[in-house]
C-alpha cells in the first residue's frame, strides 16, 4: 500500500538575490579603498624615513628675514664706581674720628695720624725760615750802605777830576803868558792824568761792587725761597695727618686698629661713593675678543631696562672669564645696593635684513653645520653654513631659505638618519 506524501502540495519558489551580502561587501570595499587612499601618503613616508620621533618631543621654527642683534646676557655684580682706598701719609700713631658704615661727606676728617717727629721738624723749618729772612734784611742794608760808599767815592774822584782839570786851564795860561815854569806845567798835566785815571778806576769799582752786592743780595733771597718751599712741604705733610673724605659716601672698611702705630703709605680705610654704580661682569672668554669699550648694553633692574655703556675690559683672563665694568648712562635705578646681582645684557653686533632663525639645541647637536627640514611630516637632513649667533637667533647664511620650518630642539634623536618620520 503506498502512503501518499505532501509533494503535490509543494509550490518550487525561485531563489532571491542576497543584496545585503552584495551591499556589505561593496561597503568593505570602499571603506578599504578610502583607507588605502588617505594611507598611501602615510606609507609612502614611512617608506621613505629610516627613523620616527614624536612631535611631542620637538620644537620647530621657521626660517625668517629681519633684523639680528648678536648679544650675550650676563650675571653683574653692583659696586661703587668710585671706592677709594685711604693711606697714611706718615708713620704714627692713627685715631679715626668715625666707625665703618657711618656716612661722611666730602672734605670731613676721618683719621688723624700723631707724628710729633714731623711736627717738629715743621717748627724747626719755620725758624731757620724767620732767620734766613732777617738775614736778608741785613743783607739789604748792607748792601745800601755799600752802595753809599761807592757812591761817595764816586763822587770824590768826580770832584779831583774837575779841580785837576781847573788847574790844567790855569797852567795852560799862565805857561802861554810865561807866567809857569816848564816843570810846573807839566807837573799840573801828570795831576790831571792822575785824576783821570782815579775817577776811571772809581767808576769800574763801583759797577764791580754793585755787580758782587747784587750777586750776596740773590744768593740770600734763594735760601729764602729755598726754605719757603721746605716749610711748604712740610705744612702739606703735616696737613696730611689729617685723613679727609674725598666723596660723599659711607665708611668701608677700616683696615688697623684704634691707636695704632702705622707706617707711611700703610692702607687704614676706604670710603665708598653711593652715588655713582656700575654693574662688574664676568664674561665667558670665548666673549673676549668681541668685548670693546663703548659698546651699548642693557641692565635689567625689577622689571625696568637701563640704558649702560661698557667702560672697562679687563685686559687679562682669569679661571676663564674676562672682567668687564657696565655704567649707567643716565638714570640711576634708585635703592640699588653694593653686592646686588643684576641681569645684564651687552650688544655685540647687529646686522639688518639678514637670513635667521631661532636659537635651539640643534646648533649644538649639528655643530651649525646641520639642520632638519621639516616637509610634508617628515625632517630631511640637510648641510647648512651658519653665521654669527646671539642668545635668541642664528644667523644663515647658507642651506635655508626664509619661510621653511625646522626642528630646533635637539637632533640627536635622530641618529643622524637623512629622513625622520614626525608622528603627531
Keep these: 500500500m503506498k502512503i501518499s506524501d505532501t509533494s503535490a502540495q509543494d509550490i518550487v519558489l525561485d531563489p532571491k538575490p542576497n543584496t545585503k551580502l552584495y551591499a556589505g561587501i561593496a561597503l568593505l570595499l570602499l571603506v578599504l579603498g578610502t583607507v588605502a587612499w588617505f594611507a598611501a601618503p602615510q606609507i609612502s613616508r614611512w617608506s621613505q624615513a629610516q627613523e620616527s620621533v614624536s612631535a611631542e618631543r620637538l620644537r620647530f621654527a621657521e626660517v625668517t628675514r629681519g633684523d639680528f642683534v648678536r648679544d650675550i646676557s650676563v650675571q653683574g655684580r653692583v659696586v661703587a664706581a668710585v671706592s677709594p682706598t685711604l693711606y697714611a701719609s706718615q708713620s704714627g700713631t692713627i685715631t679715626f674720628e668715625v666707625e665703618s658704615g657711618d656716612s661722611v661727606h666730602a672734605g670731613q676728617t676721618l683719621a688723624a695720624i700723631d707724628s710729633p717727629e714731623l711736627q717738629n721738624q715743621l717748627l724747626q723749618e719755620q725758624a731757620r725760615l724767620s732767620s734766613l729772612k732777617v738775614e736778608l734784611q741785613r743783607q739789604r742794608i748792607t748792601t745800601r750802605q755799600q752802595e753809599l760808599q761807592n757812591q761817595k767815592g764816586e763822587d770824590g774822584a768826580a770832584i779831583s777830576l774837575k779841580a785837576a782839570q781847573r788847574e790844567m786851564s790855569r797852567a795852560e795860561q799862565a805857561y802861554e803868558k810865561g807866567a809857569m815854569t816848564a816843570v810846573d806845567y807839566e807837573k799840573a798835566q801828570d795831576d790831571l792824568q792822575t785824576a783821570e785815571l782815579l775817577h776811571k778806576h772809581s767808576l769800574l769799582d763801583t759797577e764791580l761792587d754793585s755787580e758782587r752786592l747784587a750777586f750776596e743780595l740773590q744768593t740770600r733771597q734763594l735760601s729764602v725761597e729755598q726754605q719757603e718751599l721746605m716749610v711748604t712741604e712740610l ?119 639678514v637670513l635667521m632663525v631661532q636659537r635651539g639645541q640643534f646648533f649644538d647637536s649639528g655643530n651649525g653645520r646641520i639642520a632638519y627640514v621639516v616637509e610634508d611630516g617628515i625632517a630631511r637632513r640637510r648641510p647648512i653654513t651658519s653665521g654669527a649667533s646671539s642668545l635668541a637667533s642664528i644667523e644663515i647664511l647658507q642651506g635655508l631659505s626664509a619661510g621653511e620650518t625646522i626642528v630646533i630642539s635637539s637632533t640627536d634623536l635622530f641618529n643622524s638618519a637623512d629622513a625622520v618620520l614626525i608622528n603627531n
Design 235 to 353: 705744612s702739606r705733610q703735616v696737613q696730611e695727618l689729617l685723613i679727609s673724605s674725598p666723596v660723599d659716601g659711607i665708611v668701608g672698611n677700616l683696615s688697623v686698629e684704634q691707636k695704632t702705630n702705622v707706617a707711611k703709605n700703610q692702607p687704614v680705610l676706604s670710603v665708598v661713593d653711593l652715588s655713582v654704580f656700575e654693574v662688574e661682569l664676568q664674561v665667558s672668554e670665548s666673549y673676549a675678543d668681541d668685548l670693546a669699550i663703548g659698546m651699548q648694553a642693557e641692565i635689567r633692574a625689577g622689571a625696568n631696562l637701563y640704558d649702560a655703556t661698557l667702560v672697562a675690559v679687563s685686559p687679562e683672563i682669569i679661571s676663564n672669564q674676562v672682567t668687564g665694568r657696565v655704567r649707567f648712562n643716565q638714570q640711576v635705578p634708585e635703592g640699588l645696593r653694593q653686592n646686588q646681582r643684576l641681569t645684564t645684557r651687552i650688544l655685540l653686533e647687529e646686522k639688518f635684513d
